[in-house]
């Protein structure tokens, strides 16, 4: 019998990281979550153990490089090796340009994009994926990532900077049995996309409701898609059926992009 493999999700107490967790557990993969607020991990953990799952977590800022190797370090401690990773964590920013602080475009990329590099850095480094010759890292990216969106210039080019990475680590390690691979929602109806709402309504002057109907619009399918949705994409990536696809940017957005 082999044994279970190993889940590093960063982000993973709320929206796709949640029901990444939820996904993953459900196929049989061990599962340790990060997330900025511990007693929100503290719950992830405690309702997959529930539910008769193997997890873990710690609570981890992923802007900070050193909370980032603290957290690798103790997800190998306590399970032996990382052999999926699945950065996840993120933040939505915007306005106009020309009014943005530096701050927060500096903010959205280190929490976006910078992370990716320093989670998926530590875990090549030293989670024994390498050394293992097989291995699956999974960026959740958006379809803003290959498309412009309007007021969102931060995370635009964060999402996009993602699936730059993606591409280029998937070629740089193609030969090694380890897949790099983006996922790209659309909308997505989670905490976050409430607060995105919030930030157009205030900004057009119309209901939330009404940025929801624009929104719904604009997706041929009509709706959002749920956070499951994106994660069954996730769980279908790291399974061996998946073994040929890598530097891939993969859509989940009921067709609201097409590339």
């Known amino acids: 019998m082999t044994s279970p493999k190993i889940a590093f999700i960063t982000g993973v107490s709320s929206g796709i990281g949640l029901a990444t967790a939820r996904t993953l557990a459900q196929q049989g993969v061990s599962v340790f979550g990060c997330a900025r607020d511990e007693k929100n991990v503290t719950a992830t953990v405690d309702e997959l153990r529930a539910a008769g ?6 609570s981890c800022d992923v802007t900070s490089t050193e909370q980032v190797q603290a957290a690798v370090r ?8 990382i052999d999926i990773l699945v950065n996840n964590a993120g933040r939505g920013g ?3 340009t020309a009014k943005l602080d530096e701050s927060l475009w500096l903010d959205v990329m280190d ?3 910078n992370s990716v590099f320093r989670v998926t850095r530590e875990v ?4 024994g994926m390498v050394d293992a010759g097989w291995g699956r890292v999974i960026n959740i990216a958006s379809t803003a990532g290959k498309q412009g969106v309007m007021l969102a210039a931060p995370y635009t080019a964060s999402k996009h900077g993602i699936i730059g990475f993606t591409k280029s680590v998937g070629f ?6 380890i897949t790099v691979n983006a996922v790209c929602p659309g909308y997505v109806e989670t905490p976050m996309a409430v607060r995105v709402r919030q930030g157009y309504a205030d900004y057009w002057g119309i209901t939330e409701s009404q940025v929801l109907e624009k929104f719904n619009s604009k997706i041929p399918l009509g709706r959002y898609s749920t956070p499951e949705e994106v994660a069954g994409l996730v769980g279908y990536l790291t399974s061996d059926a998946a073994a040929s696809i890598t530097a891939q940017a993969l859509n989940v957005c009921g067709g609201l992009g097409n590339y």
Not at 172 to 177: D, I, K, R, V
């Open 124 to 127: 090549l480094a030293n989670g």
């Open 53 to 58: 799952h193997r997890a873990d977590g710690v």
């Open 94 to 96: 915007g306005g106009e």
């Open 74 to 81: 103790t997800a190998v401690d306590r399970f032996g090796r």
């Open 111 to 113: 929490t976006n994009l």
């Open 172 to 177: 740089e390690l193609a030969a090694s049995g």
